[in-house]
């Protein structure tokens, strides 16, 4: 490609809404242009890197077995109705009605689809397992869409569901998918990895996210430095301290504390350090509050707490009103000692290991300093409800955790019978009789991918592509102000030569002055460049530097070929 | 591939709504599966011809110059309000309110996000041309979906927008276009024609329809049999009749003629010929009713009589009491012979030449015989209102007019400053003054251009796939009952030798008798077939069958290797 016929438009200035790295560079390279809220435009640029994580994709699941296929974006309401989904998925559904008042959405995922598909297509066990793809556009109506492509309204995606008689036989292709999975990542060249996750709202047995790892992610994950764990945090178990609790040694004694209500006011004002404090949450229960005790130093953890009998699938905290009116003091004051006996008290695991704690008083600013479980306090049970922390110890007992920040960018679940069991999606068995399948399904954000990958490689003057997922692997720019006969050949033979070897190279040809030249490059991140000039040619070299190279370096042209093998 | 890891699905009954044969050959071969009305999955196979036909497309665009990015699909209200077509697009257009009720529409085309993108990124001549283009689903409401992917809600379009200062930049990409698209459908294997079209409600100057020839076409065509001259019959021009108009031999007299109405009914009725006769159409034009008036035999081209000053862009006939009261006859015995001065009178070429010719009495069950334009009839004005018929001169002067039917799969227009001058897209020019720029723009049904190809390519057993648009170019059918080894090794080499030498194979395993392998194979219209069976393994041949042979014959493997060079 030269530039000259290309449409590359790089800018300064990005308004200020784009607040991450990613944002403002796909923006600044000019990969992608704002057409509304979370609806964006991928200029030739873009769509270039675009379609190679596309082609990335597409070829790990060809090789995995999935076979490609293509459905609607636009989806009837009844089949979304069969599964309860059209008002459970919420605001995100975006709800279209056509000319005639039928109800459709805009596709934001295909379990409705792909399986009202599986039940007419899929007769007999004869026929799985099989695992069907498609690489589509998707629309997620996101209250707040923001970080430009990262978490855009309409994205391209990769979404395959399998279909299985028999646990076993999802359990292959699952794992199938997941070894996909990573050598997808692998070759684009990501630095990520493959977490537990919470099998949320979607349902199903077993739940791995890919999570390209950078600071800027929005997802936390905890992985092991002695082992191959790795869980989203949400999910990522906090063991039970190894130890076992003291036996009481101070008496209960009830302390003023004035205005004191956070752990770190309480911990401060009685000189106690956090970790030696309990903090009480109470929240609405199935029937009633519920009060959740936790170390001061550690966080809540939602995910684990809604799998709490006592508690609903979507958390809600008690008001002030209905916390004084049931206990008789405010937030900021409760603890577990003289808690009434009508509110269940669930005790992290960490947090039933002390004694001798401080915890609130039940009376406005007041605490108690020694309380101990047992002697001063019930505990309804014992659960792991808080957030792991670096330092915790691996839950597979094999190392100790560290936390890191990340994207995801893919999702495995095994979702079992959930959805064929609700749209009746059988096949006849060996034994001829029906028999309903079981379910999973497999997602790539593909649009994201590339945000990510720029979240992850990046430097002050703009983007480092892993070389698979740049727009060209070599630019050729030409510095020929005079525009001398020698150099413009010199330029074009070399770009002729990289091309007929296959190597994807551009050739600036725009003539820029240098500095311009160099800090598209650099910015839009090609990760080779070579300079043709009018001193090179009389020296017989090129001015070589790789991207993420401090220096440039002469070569000649067998040097240069050569680096590319 | 290996059939028995593939998901083929070939159907013995389809329901009786696919009434073209291309919309019941794609669902007995599998390659679609109806979601909803108008919404169309495309099953494992038929998306390895779809995505084969994208591929050649894209190629020639590449070729051609043009610039791939893309659009999202769904667009904002404010940028359709500009050019006014938010209304005027009429119910085509899907609108959709998103959860903040701001207003968008799925695309049905692009012609406003593009011209947005280009007000933004091109400042400057230096920039232009360039030509964008998009291989993108789109969406168009139609009021009666039908005929399966050849006219649903959800297709896949290829839509390019090209930028220009100055008409003579413009004619040559939209020639560089016109050009490319020959080049996509004759690599398709696919018999078209490029004829002149009507530009229409989408305005501009010049436009070419591409038009597969096929007699299930909803399109007619005419086009010489002398030149290249070819053109939707909307458009074609009826030259004017070679003779003079005949002095008048014979009196003007009025006839009873009850009951008959029609020009057949008069015709047969009196004993002359539709050729001899005027029939006279009352329609209500801006100032009131316009009289048309055609020979007997012709038909009425409403497109050509839209241009008339008289008439508006939706041409209404006048009702039966409209025209009682304005002539005092009703419909079936009007004429121009005494018709009210105040009604224009607007004679078609051939009709303009007729002498002692029959007409409408303007008295209820009457006509004159003998009649004369000038001595019995005024003529306000002669305009080519009618549509062309085999015979018809061609109107370049080369050549005599056939008539054939055809679907439309590719459009190109040169739309002029239309859009860009309701946008405000400028440039600025060498001069440094902003002018609007010219746009052409060029459209592909892709997968229209599927069943396109089917309606002009099948038998009784099924599709004949021209080769570039094949799902796999060759099969190879194991027959292997017994599960002979020797039979396996020499079907599972053949489908080796094949797929090295880069020749698409599907190898059928799946262990079907013979007759309904081949029966799949050939409805699914695989071009070449090839049999590997216990008694060729022992006699050291291959039954080898093309799609569209009548007979098979026997060939070594070096003969049939040879067949693929």
Redesign the interface.
């Known amino acids: 490609m030269r530039l000259s016929?290309?449409?590359l438009?790089t800018v300064k200035e990005v308004p200020a809404e784009a607040e991450l790295v990613s944002h403002k560079l796909m923006l600044r390279a000019g990969m992608i242009?704002k057409?509304?809220?979370g609806?964006?435009?991928?200029?030739?640029l873009?769509?270039r890197v675009?379609r190679k994580v596309e082609a990335v994709v597409r070829e790990e699941m060809d090789r995995a077995?999935a076979?490609?296929?293509?459905?609607?974006?636009?989806?009837?309401r009844e089949l979304w109705e069969e599964t309860g989904r059209w008002e459970k998925f919420g605001?995100q559904l975006?709800k279209?009605a056509?000319?005639k008042a039928?109800d459709?959405c805009?596709a934001p995922t295909a379990e409705e689809?792909i399986t009202?598909?599986a039940r007419?297509?899929l007769k007999s066990y004869k026929?799985l397992p099989?695992n069907?793809y498609q690489i589509q556009?998707k629309?997620r109506?996101e209250?707040r869409p923001r970080f430009g492509v990262m978490r855009a309204?309409?994205f391209l995606m990769k979404d395959a569901y399998s279909f299985h008689l028999g646990q076993e036989s999802l359990a292959q292709t699952y794992q199938a998918m997941y070894d996909a999975y990573g050598r997808i990542f692998t070759r684009l060249g990501l630095k990520f990895r493959a977490v537990q996750a919470d099998t949320g709202a979607i349902g199903g047995n077993a739940s791995h996210e890919f999570q390209v790892i950078a600071d800027s992610g929005e997802d936390v994950i905890a992985f092991s430095d002695g082992s191959d764990y790795a869980a989203n945090v949400e999910k990522a178990e906090a063991l039970s301290p190894a130890i076992a609790r003291p036996a009481p040694s101070a008496a209960l004694s009830r302390v003023d504390t004035p205005k004191q209500k956070t752990i770190d006011e309480v911990s401060a004002f009685l000189r106690v350090p956090a970790t030696q404090c309990v903090k009480t949450l109470i929240v609405k229960g199935r029937e009633g509050l519920v009060a959740l005790c936790l170390r001061g130093d550690h966080a809540f953890n939602e995910v684990k707490a809604n799998k709490l009998p006592e508690l609903t699938d979507d958390i809600v905290m008690a008001s002030e009103e209905e916390i004084v009116a049931a206990i008789g003091a405010k937030p900021g004051s409760i603890g577990p000692v003289g808690l009434p006996e009508s509110i269940p008290l669930i005790v992290d695991r960490s947090a039933a290991v002390l004694a001798d704690f401080v915890c609130g008083g039940n009376t406005d600013d007041t605490h108690y300093t020694g309380a101990n479980w047992e002697r001063d306090a019930r505990i309804t049970r014992v659960e792991d409800i808080r957030q792991v922390v670096a330092g915790d110890p691996s839950p597979d007992g094999l190392g100790t955790l560290r936390i890191a920040r990340g994207i995801e960018v893919g999702h495995v679940f095994q979702l079992g019978s959930k959805y064929a069991e609700a749209m009746d999606a059988t096949v006849l068995d060996d034994q001829g009789k029906a028999q309903v399948m079981l379910m999973g399904c497999y997602g790539i954000g593909v649009s994201r991918i590339v945000a990510a990958a720029i979240e992850q490689r990046h430097d002050d003057a703009g983007i480092l592509w892993p070389e698979p997922m740049a727009p060209w692997r070599v630019a050729v720019c030409m510095i020929n102000p005079k525009g001398q006969a020698e150099v413009t050949a010199a330029a074009e033979s070399l770009y002729s030569e990289l091309a007929a070897r296959g190597i994807e190279v551009v050739l600036d040809d725009r003539g820029l002055r240098p500095g311009a030249m160099f800090a598209d490059m650099e910015l839009i991140g090609i990760p080779h460049r070579v300079v043709v000039s009018e001193r090179g040619v009389a020296a017989g070299t090129l001015e070589y530097r790789a991207r993420d190279a401090a220096e440039s370096r002469q070569v000649t042209v067998d040097e240069l070929l050569r680096l590319f093998g």
Chains 1, 2 share one sequence.
């Open positions: 016929q290309f449409h438009a242009r057409l509304a809220a609806l964006y435009t991928w200029t030739p873009g769509l675009l077995g076979i490609e296929m293509l459905m609607p974006t636009v989806q009837p605001g975006l279209i056509d000319r039928q459709f805009y689809v009202d598909f007419q297509e026929q099989v069907f556009t629309f109506d209250i309204r309409e």
